[in-house]
T-cell receptor, first 113, second 115 residues
Framework: GESVGLHLPTLSVQEGDNSIINCAYS??????FIWYKQESGKGPQFIID?????DKRQGQRVTVLLNKTVKHLSLQIAATQPGDSAVYFC????????????FGGGTRLMVKP | DAGVTQSPTHLIKTRGQQVTLRCSPI?????VSWYQQVLGQGPQFIFQ???????GRGNFPDRFSARQFPNYSSELNVNALLLGDSALYLC??????????????FGEGSRLTVL
């Protein structure tokens, strides 16, 4: 499939290790944040979300941390698997902006077997 | 159940031409949003339609237009194509106008190449 991002920052991890992907956002009015996974030739796939009144949310093997003071978001993936290899985007949504998302630049995660 | 479907999947146009991209949302979803994803970048919001009305517009020129039909499907039109319009055009559907953005589902996209 066609590569989603040829010049994105890349995080390379060993299978079984934990991965941490970081994202900085700029809009203080954003109150909803989402992480998406995008594989080559596919559309973004929802992973996990968090509202601004929370600082941590956990899903299955994934955790999102939100630090509103420094406008920073991170995605932690536990026991990374080869199937986790993809490009990961954070996105923010401002209250009153409907479904308009502002996406970050993305990070490519490569999992080595 | 079918997900968000987009057509065509790939197309090639030349500068100055016009293109129409189509999107069918998930059954029961009344909101359709369009995004442009240039290679190597994150998607950028173009339009949102809800109940056949435009509810949001991103920072795109008037060459870009869209509409939503009574069955909630949508078309994105781009006139006077430029080389910089080459991108993956993503459609996303949601049952809501806003709020539960985790309910936003993306299609596979239409890959437009402008020569």
């Amino acid at each position: 499939g066609e590569s989603v991002g040829l010049h994105l920052p890349t995080l390379s991890v060993q299978e079984g290790d934990n991965s941490i992907i970081n994202c900085a956002y700029s809009n203080s009015a954003s109150d909803y944040f989402i992480w998406y996974k995008q594989e080559s030739g596919k559309g973004p796939q929802f992973i996990i979300d968090i509202r601004s009144n929370m600082d941590k949310r956990q899903g299955q093997r994934v955790t999102v941390l939100l630090n509103k003071t420094v406008k920073h978001l991170s995605l932690q993936i536990a026991a990374t698997q080869p199937g986790d290899s993809a490009v990961y985007f954070c996105a923010e949504n401002e209250k009153g902006a409907g479904n308009m998302l502002t996406f970050g630049g993305g990070t490519r995660l490569m999992v080595k077997p | 159940d079918a997900g968000v479907t987009q057509s065509p999947t790939h197309l090639i146009k030349t500068r100055g031409q016009q293109v129409t991209l189509r999107c069918s949302p998930i059954s029961g979803h009344k909101s359709v949003s369009w995004y442009q994803q240039v290679l190597g970048q994150g998607p950028q919001f173009i339009f949102q339609y809800y109940e056949k009305e435009e509810r949001g517009r991103g920072n795109f020129p008037d060459r870009f237009s869209a509409r939503q039909f009574p069955n909630y499907s949508s078309e994105l039109n781009v006139n006077a194509l430029l080389l910089g319009d080459s991108a993956l055009y993503l459609c996303a559907s949601s049952p809501f106008l806003a709020g539960g953005v985790g309910e936003l589902f993306f299609g596979e996209g239409s890959r437009l190449t402008v020569l």
